[in-house]
């Protein structure tokens, strides 16, 4: 039965090598525009681990060449002033690398017997509970912490599962930087673990993290974020703005909702995975309709065939189910050269996604296809066996 | 001639409607998409103000200041002496281990004690794009995006100034407190519409300054963000410790404007070599000093690919669009031709009377080829007043963030250029078919 059909599709093969080719190219770009969007939509869907509705950011300006003593007191102040504020539910600092910043500061080594590379994040007592982060183990900062022999460090899970799995953290050393310059980093205490913190964007995949404690009176942390609650006044930012000028003295600033900065972030991702899908969505349907007019034209050029056959006693069954056999077959040869070009990916890590991301694509996009052959396939073939033996072979 | 197949194509066209639609749905929106795409990059690499003089730039955004840390591995060799083995150390050979680097846009020290007169280089500007400022009129915040530069900046780019004019390197000297703004900036700040003249003169209060209006320009709809910016202020008005900082790494970005766009590699070259050559600061923390000097086209490329420098960027974004672009073209080229060629046989008695009266094989190869190209120019339109309609949808929904895309005449010759290429492209395998059609068989398969 196969091996007919075969000899059907190769009696004809100049024709249907063009088929053979489109449905090679429509796979190949099918397969790469879902590689991207599934490996992105992945992402997308793994938990971000802090808030951002309600809290704004802002980064100030100041130089650290300043006095300590000073600094630390305009600090304290500016942290009364605001938590005052009747909007303002909590006050944090943190340094550059803070959600959606486009800053990374990362370290790593393998002095503690295992290799690893992490982001760092400079924050201080109140930031858990100003981006509302998740704690799961251990507990966040206290003002306590100032005082201890070794600097506290909160790690994420991602970091706890990747280089301490099954054993216990909290209160164990390890050395986060090697010969550091800032001494405090050389030996670390981790006191907690945070669950999820993807801060470079929904989009990003997740690296491993560490919080280092620093106090909110230290003069490196000028990057302000504050949780605001629900019943903020349109005036709160005119006035958020005044109060932070007259105790810095300085306006080379700007507030920003994390929110606004949450959405512009993804945009940067959403614009060309819109653009492809609709591309390739375009595309597919190109496709299909082309199919549809390739398979009708050349069903009704074989109606004698059909009238021959359904004269010997095949059935209207028989005669769709030659023609779908047929198109499908051509459709199973170029998904099949298809595959063999998509497998490359995975196996010689072409990009830099995992590769889990390839095989769903490569079943979601020969799926589609299929499905979009058999469509096109129905309605010429039911045409075909619709067709009467009896006029058929009188036109002839 | 071309007359006659002009209406034969139009008539083939309104037989069969299926088909038509089919092929004209194909062209039109393949034809859309490819005006979309050169109408981006006519906005972004195309050339149009301020960048009209790219060809003669060279970008250095970052610098790299870095240590390099070895590990030292002894060789050792193995020697037989009195029936025993000995081992000798023979040499040291070097690991790279580690490197502790930072990277970054340069300080006005590096710039002005180590980038000046740079052979080839007829002149260079510095420039930051800096934090913006919330301003409240009103109890309206807007916020302003800032670019603190020199005076040279608007000698090498050449902004369309809608009144007044930028500053000079004088200005920049005596810290002027003067400000360019954009023609949006000044709408909001001054509710100035159209007589942009009358803001000129008028002062704006940024960062607890006020700084005098001296020019209007048009705002860039580009992503370079140093350009796009609400502001333009003389560097000299940054706070006073980001300009005297003694280390290399700063706020500032370069741009270099050579003699000439043939003197550009000279340029590349004149600068790679200092790198190698300017003693560093603090040489205990950091003793190695690198960048990669790239033009517009490779910083371009750089940004959207990061590989290990521009040019490699470039080579590699290239491949890759090129690669993508040929991809796409090809399916609707395929399905067309798919499409012609089942309907061959449909003409078949028509070539094979045309032969039987003396018509050559290229005669009718020319009539599809040219047929074909009658249907893609009519897809072209449609996909023009697509691309138009889908353009103006794109810019009304700031999907591309920031970036208007722009239509002028250089953009509708290249979408004529693509509407041939497509035409021809997708006939000529069909149409060699058809005019090798055999008479005989032709007029005797077919009931005329």
Redesign the interface.
């Known amino acids: 039965m196969i091996k007919h059909i075969f000899t059907l599709i190769w009696n004809k093969k100049k ?1 249907n090598f ?2 053979f ?2 449905i090679f ?2 796979f ?2 099918l397969f790469a525009v879902f590689a991207f969007i599934i490996s992105n939509m992945r992402v997308y869907y793994s938990p971000l681990g802090f808030d951002t509705k309600n809290v704004w950011v802002a ?1 100030l ?1 100041i ?1 650290s ?1 300043s006095d300590s003593t000073e600094i630390a007191e305009m600090k304290t102040l500016l942290l009364q002033e605001l938590n005052a504020m009747p909007e303002v539910e909590s006050v944090s600092f943190s340094a550059g690398a803070y959600p959606f910043s486009g800053n990374t500061w990362s370290t790593g080594n393998d002095k503690n017997g295992f290799d690893f590379q992490t982001c760092i994040f400079f924050n201080d007592e109140h930031y858990a509970k100003t981006a509302g982060l998740n704690i799961i183990e251990g507990r966040w900062f206290e003002e306590a912490d100032n005082t201890s022999k070794y600097t506290p460090v909160l790690i994420t899970k991602k970091f706890r599962e990747q280089c301490f799995a099954g054993k216990p953290v909290l209160d164990s050393l390890f050395i986060l930087e090697d010969d550091a ?1 800032e001494s405090r980093l050389n030996n670390v205490k981790i006191i907690g673990v945070v669950d999820h913190y993807k801060y470079d964007g929904e989009f990003a995949e997740e690296e491993l993290g560490t919080f280092i404690y620093t106090p909110s009176t230290s003069k490196d942390t000028w990057v302000t974020h504050l949780r605001m609650n629900n019943n903020v006044q ?2 709160a ?2 006035k958020l ?1 005044k109060m932070i ?1 007259a105790i810095t003295k ?6 920003r909702k994390l929110e606004q900065r949450r959405i ?1 972030n993804s ?2 991702t959403w ?1 060309p995975m ?1 653009a492809l899908m609709s ?1 390739s969505g ?2 597919i ?3 299909a ?2 199919l ?3 398979l009708w ?2 069903i009704s ?1 074989r109606r004698s065939e059909i009238g021959l056959r359904r004269t010997v006693g095949a059935t209207r069954s028989d005669i769709s189910f030659q023609f779908i056999a047929e198109i499908i077959m051509v459709t199973l040869i170029g998904i099949f050269v298809g595959l063999f070009f998509a497998a490359q990916f995975p196996i010689m890590k072409l990009f830099d996604i995992e590769n889990i991301n390839y095989y769903y694509a490569m079943l979601s996009s020969a799926g589609v296809i299929l499905l979009l052959v058999l469509i096109c396939a129905f309605y010429p073939s039911r045409q075909a066996a619709m067709v009467n033996p009896a006029m058929v072979l009188h036109e002839d | 001639m071309l007359k006659n197949y002009f209406t034969l194509a139009i008539k083939v066209l309104g037989r069969r409607k ?2 038509t639609f ?1 092929s004209l ?2 062209i039109s ?2 034809l859309m ?1 490819l005006m979309l795409i050169t109408a981006f990059f006519q906005t972004e690499l195309g050339g149009d103000a301020p960048l009209g003089k790219k060809d003669q730039l060279v970008y250095l955004d970052y610098i790299e200041t870095f240590k390099q840390y070895q590990d030292t591995i002894p060789e050792v060799d193995s020697t037989m002496m009195d029936g025993v083995m000995r081992y000798d150390t023979t040499g040291f050979k070097y690991e790279d281990s580690g490197r502790s680097m930072s990277r970054g846009p340069g300080s006005i020290k590096f710039w002005t004690t180590h980038m000046e007169d740079v052979p080839f280089v007829k002149t260079r500007t510095i420039y930051t794009a ?5 301003i ?1 009129i009103n ?1 309206n ?1 807007l ?1 302003f995006s800032s670019t603190f530069t020199d005076g040279n900046f608007f000698d090498i780019y050449n902004f369309k100034f809608l009144a007044g004019g930028g500053f000079g390197n004088q200005q920049v000297e005596n810290q002027a407190q003067v400000v360019i703004l954009s023609k949006e900036a000044c709408k909001a700040y001054f509710a100035i519409d159209r007589d942009f003249d009358a803001a000129i003169g008028k002062e704006i209060t ?3 300054k006020n700084y005098e209006v001296i020019g209007v320009i048009n705002r860039v709809n580009n992503s370079f963000s140093f350009l796009k910016s609400d502001v333009f202020i003389p560097y000299t008005n940054l ?1 006073a ?2 300009l005297n900082k003694e280390r290399f790494n700063g706020l500032f970005s370069c741009t270099f404007m050579a003699e000439s766009s043939s003197k550009v590699r000279n340029v590349k070259e004149e600068l790679t070599k200092r790198s190698k050559v300017i003693p560093l600061p603090n040489p205990e ?1 950091h003793d190695q000093l690198e960048y990669y000097p790239a033009t517009f086209g490779e910083r371009y490329a750089w940004t959207i690919m990061r590989m290990e420098t521009p040019a490699e960027s470039y080579k590699y974004a290239l491949g890759a669009l090129i690669f993508l672009l040929t ?2 073209f ?3 080229t ?6 012609n ?3 061959i ?1 449909e003409r078949s008695s028509e070539i094979g009377v045309r032969k039987a009266f003396g018509a050559h094989s290229g005669n009718i190869l020319f009539q599809f080829v040219f047929e074909n190209i009658v249907l893609t120019f009519i897809g072209g339109i449609i996909g023009f007043v697509l691309a138009m309609l889908l353009l103006n949808a794109i810019n009304g929904s700031n ?3 920031g970036t208007i895309l722009s239509f002028n005449y250089k953009v509708f010759i290249y979408s004529f250029l693509i509407c041939l290429g497509f035409g021809v492209l997708s006939g000529f395998l069909p149409a060699w078919r058809m005019s090798r059609v055999h008479i005989v068989n032709a007029i005797k398969n077919n009931q005329l």
């Open positions: 024709k063009l088929l080719l489109e190219f429509s190949m770009i980064n300006r130089p060449s310059e349109p005036d930012e005119e703005n000028t300085r306006a080379d600033f700007s507030i512009q945009q940067s614009t819109i591309i375009f595309l349907i190109n496709v309709l082309g549809f007019g390739v034209y050349n050029k | 299926f088909f089919i749905f194909g929106f393949t998409i800096y934090q913006s400022f919330d409240f109890s915040k916020t940024l960062d607890r706070p410790e980001t923390r991809l796409f090809m399916l609707p395929l399905n067309l031709i798919n499409l060629i089942s309907r046989m999907f591309l963030n």
